[in-house]
């Protein structure tokens, strides 16, 4: 009985990333203390690079939507002069796929020598508008002779860091909604990371602000999907240990850069602290893909959990 309870806590494990099953087996059954999957090994770039399709899909200056992929997410991270943005496509069985990877650092400010100025997403509230041409209405050709084209369904940004970030953020979201034209507001999802680690995986939320006027950062119409970056982290670490085409598994294409896989590499998990980056260095691919899998779990956009990555789910959520 303990073997048969540990055996399916470890396929509930390795098939949505959740430990939570496989540590009350060993905890509670076993009496053994918990050491999470993520600390039993080191991970290095060089092993995620290894597994990259070498007859896959597009280049680096010209990419396509791989055959198989249903719908296709964008998320963003904001730095202090420029949006980092990740293109992932989605298949039947839960498998990911890193469509394009790039950065926008100019504005559409130009200064007296007709030169734009970098971006300022802390400073600049126009300077977010960017993101509607190069994101929220990109698109992608198809990976056969056809010309069509695949839009992205669903954007998920990152609405902390420098001071003033965030109150853009929300300026933005109401620009999308009142002013521009297209309904982009609702393909648009500003997200946030919860720093309890009890919380649950995802919570879309309307945070209120003290202040009235219309720079108050927030007036409870702006909505904010809180995300668990630590639970949402141990379930990528387990994706990225599956082998690719069995399900829930990151698929590289062979153009990516080495920085690319070493982004995926830098963060640890610290027990009872949760997964830190000691060394500070860059890891938006890994935090990309965290954000990536907080907006297909919410509801208001994808709505398809790690069970439930079934043919006829992935399709409606396509539609």
Not at 87 to 102: E, K, L, N, S, W
Not at 137 to 147: A, I, M, R, T, W
Not at 252 to 259: A, S
């Amino acid at each position: 009985e303990l073997v048969l309870k540990y055996l399916k806590a470890m396929s509930d494990y390795e098939r949505t990333g959740d430990t939570g099953s496989l540590k009350a087996t060993v905890n509670t059954d076993q009496g053994l203390p918990f050491i999470p999957p993520s600390l039993s090994g080191d991970r290095s770039p060089e092993d995620l690079k290894a597994r990259a399709r070498s007859n896959t899909w597009g280049s680096q200056d010209e990419p396509v939507v791989p055959d198989g992929v249903r719908f296709l997410t964008s998320t963003i991270d904001v730095q202090k002069h420029q949006f980092v943005v990740q293109v992932h496509g989605h298949g039947p069985a839960g498998d990911r796929y890193v469509v394009d990877r790039f950065s926008i650092r100019k504005s559409e400010r130009f200064d007296e020598d007709g030169e734009r100025y970098f971006l300022s997403p802390h400073a600049h509230e126009e300077d977010w508008y960017v993101l509607i041409p190069q994101v929220i209405e990109k698109s992608y050709p198809l990976n056969d002779e056809s010309g069509r084209r695949m839009r992205i369904r669903a954007v998920a940004c990152d609405s902390g860091g420098r001071e003033g970030v965030t109150l853009n953020a929300y300026a933005f979201w109401r620009y999308l909604r009142d002013e521009h034209p297209g309904q982009h507001h609702r393909r648009f999802q500003l997200v946030k990371g919860n720093p309890v680690l009890s919380a649950p995986a995802q919570a879309l939320t309307y945070p209120n602000s003290e202040r009235k006027d219309r720079r108050a950062a927030a007036r409870g119409e702006v909505p904010v999907l809180l995300v668990n970056t630590n639970m949402l982290k141990d379930r990528l670490d387990g994706f990225l240990d599956r082998v690719d085409g069995n399900g829930h598994s990151v698929i590289f294409p062979h153009w990516l850069p080495d920085w690319f896989y070493s982004e995926l590499t830098v963060e640890v998990k610290v027990p009872n602290k949760g997964w830190e980056n000691p060394k500070k260095l860059r890891n938006e691919a890994w935090d990309l893909l965290v954000y990536d899998i907080a907006l297909c779990l919410s509801p208001r956009h994808i709505g398809i959990d790690a069970d439930d990555a079934s043919e006829r789910r992935v399709m409606q959520a396509a539609l």
